[in-house]
């Protein structure tokens, strides 16, 4: 069975500085995707970033880029110059070809301190 | 915004009663899923319609059940309330039925509340 685990809890940063959330996952599939949502205090679902499993370059979008090392099967998300509106809860998910659902990760939650 | 919309926003209710959340996906969106995210169990996948047939179950109760309408708009319905029951329910729609190619959008959530 398909697992994400995101090993921090909680993490803190500073405003305008970097931080790197973990994620890694556990597959016997070769096709893939592989997501991260953000959760801010109002509770929407947002998606932040994908990637797809075939490729080889990581995704970026603007400020969020992600460290995708398939064959350790982790999935990071690095948020460049941090700012207050991205404290929210960040979840790791997963989407295989053989996988009728999408399976989150229990979530890192992130605090942008001024 | 998702373009994903679901009501009510917020629902208070008493055990043992029956809610009805409702459900509608972006335009053009065949698939919707819903999920439940409660403190104790993260986020987890209820079920699956596609074009208003059942796709995929997930960790579903026998006392939840859910329907796809025609138009499209899905609704989940809640029977013989608990308090465990208290959760957000998130819907999300994707544009196929084929899930992992697809991106799922998701709606804001309804805040149910069981006293």
Redesign the interface.
Known sequence: AQTVTQSQPEMSVQEAETVTLSCTYDTSES???L?W?KQPP??????VI?QEAYKQQNATENRFSVNFQKAAKSFSLKISDSQLGDTAMY?CAF???N??????G??TRLQVFP | D?GVTQTPKHLITATGQRVTLRCSPRSGDLSV?WYQQSLDQ??Q?LI?YYNGEE??K?NILERFSAQQFPDLHSELNLSSLELGDSA?Y?C?SSPDST???D????G??T?LTVL
């Open positions: 096709n893939y995707y997501f949502y109002s509770r929407q679902m947002i998606l994908r979840f989407w295989g070809y996988t009728d659902k999408l399976i989150f229990t979530g | 998702s899923y993260g986020l996948f699956q796709r995929a997930g957000l998130f999300a899930g992992y190619t991106t799922q959008y998701f804001p959530g805040r």
